[in-house]
């Protein structure tokens, strides 16, 4: 008579058929890296704000223009031709532009650590939802399984029926049963064409016969030690660190605002009707009066900073928070798994005696459903924690911010994330300065 699977087979979990190929978890997150469009999406934010980098040094820097211009004399019909050329340089502006220039670089670094967040935030989603497809397809094993199951159980009350062993009850309860199962197949297969649809939307491209995924990295097995990886790497605090450091440098050009702009400028003139000359000027301009809008200015830049102290006050909390129902739900699963492993050798035994005894006539056929069942949810339950244990899990590494692709191992190009220091300390000097101010940061 048909058994069902052993529990090992349900740890392995199932795979269900849908192309040729086969689909691991790490080229999942691979295609996750290279395709997701949240990801391109900072990408994109990051290369936006170098360029305010560079727009706010060029303030500091000569500004040269050309002006050309022709005009006709009435009084001789001839046409007089000048041109000149002038260099702008900013020789004072009460610090304002340093400070400006300061805020972008700082910018720049928390728009790089919110890319990190983004990354691990979307290879995150590639891991529930490469979990949950598994999980589904091992589900719908099951319940295509438990019709095999009822339908010999069916064929055995037919028989026992026919030499009066049995009622016509008994029989009509099996085949009820048997409706009900065919019934949770369908929907076990919806389910399943439902997580088929969120890999692709997540993953950007189909899956092929998903692998068994390998072990997850270690896991602390104390929150408290989970919570100091957390503090110091996570780059939603980080990210709330730097945007604190941007509101400052906005503060000290805040400040400069009330002080004098001194612009020094040469400039060089020639043309057919006037001799060829080069003069230089300094302009000092001198805020005197201004209905009180750069006072206002400095005070949104104060609020500024307060805005930014209560963002890093918020996600200090929410990486608490997340972190301690992540490691405790993670601990759950765990201990999930080993329950559940009892309850399906448990139920094994009492379905095996259920079924025995019915032959006897101890037991009723609708002992022995309710028998089946109940291994049944064990079963589903075991798949349930096993998805669950691995989930957690990495929703813990997402929130130690350890969840980078150094750590998974995957083989993609990097964006100057934080795990790529060489490459950052080689080709951008701003790279270099993010290394000593995450630093600096987390030992704060």
């Known amino acids: 008579m048909f058994r069902f699977f052993s529990s090992s087979a349900i740890i392995i979990l199932f795979a269900f058929p849908v192309s040729a190929k086969e689909t691991n978890l790490k080229s999942t997150l691979e295609a996750t890296y290279n395709n997701n469009f949240l990801i391109a999406q900072q990408r994109e934010k990051i290369l936006k704000y170098n360029e305010s980098v560079t727009q706010q040094l060029s303030v500091k820097k000569p500004d040269l223009s050309a002006n050309l211009s022709q005009n006709l004399d009435e009084s001789n019909g001839k046409y007089n031709n000048s041109a000149n050329i002038t260099i702008k340089q900013l020789l004072y502006d009460g610090g304002q532009s340093s400070n400006l220039v300061d805020a972008a670089k700082y910018t720049v670094l928390a728009e790089r650590e919110l890319l990190i967040k983004a990354e691990q935030d979307n290879l995150l989603k590639a891991i529930t939802v490469y979990m949950d497809l598994r999980q589904a397809q091992a589900n719908l094993e099951l319940a295509e399984n438990n ?259 150094s750590n998974l191992g995957l083989e993609v190009q990097t964006f100057n994330s934080f795990s790529n220091n060489n490459k950052i300390e080689q080709t951008s000097p701003l790279g270099k300065a993010r290394i000593r101010i995450l630093e600096k940061l987390k030992n704060r």
């Open 147 to 405: 019709i095999k199951v009822i339908e010999e159980q069916l064929r055995a009350a037919n028989n026992r029926f026919e030499v009066g062993e049995v009622t016509r009850t008994d029989v009509s309860q099996t085949k009820a049963r048997l409706a009900l199962a065919v019934s949770n197949v369908e929907t076990r297969k919806a389910i399943l064409t439902g997580k088929s649809a969120s890999y692709l939307l997540v993953v950007g491209e189909n899956h092929g016969n998903l692998s068994t995924p390998p072990k997850h990295p270690e896991i602390p097995n104390t929150f408290s030690k989970a919570e100091k990886i957390a503090l110091e790497n996570h780059p939603r605090i980080l990210a709330a660190r730097l945007q604190l450091k941007v509101s400052e440098y906005r503060i000290d050009a805040s400040r400069g605002i009330f002080n004098p702009t001194i612009i020094g400028s040469i400039t060089s003139k020639t043309g057919t009707s006037i001799s060829s000359s080069t003069g230089a000027t300094i302009q000092a301009t001198i805020p005197l009066f201004n209905s009180g809008n750069l006072r206002s200015k400095k005070r949104a830049a104060i609020n500024d900073k307060k805005i930014s102290k209560h963002a890093l006050d918020i996600a200090l909390l929410t990486t608490r928070s997340n972190l301690q129902i992540y490691h405790s739900s993670w601990l759950a699963a765990v201990a999930a798994i080993k329950a559940s492993k009892a309850q399906i050798e448990a139920s094994q035994i009492a379905f095996e005696g259920m079924r025995e005894e019915s032959k006897l006539g101890s037991r009723t056929t609708l002992d022995v459903l309710d028998a089946e069942q109940e291994l049944l949810s064990a079963r589903s339950n075991l798949v349930t924690a096993l998805r669950d244990e691995q989930v957690q899990a990495y929703n813990v590494l997402s929130e130690m911010g350890q969840l980078t692709t």
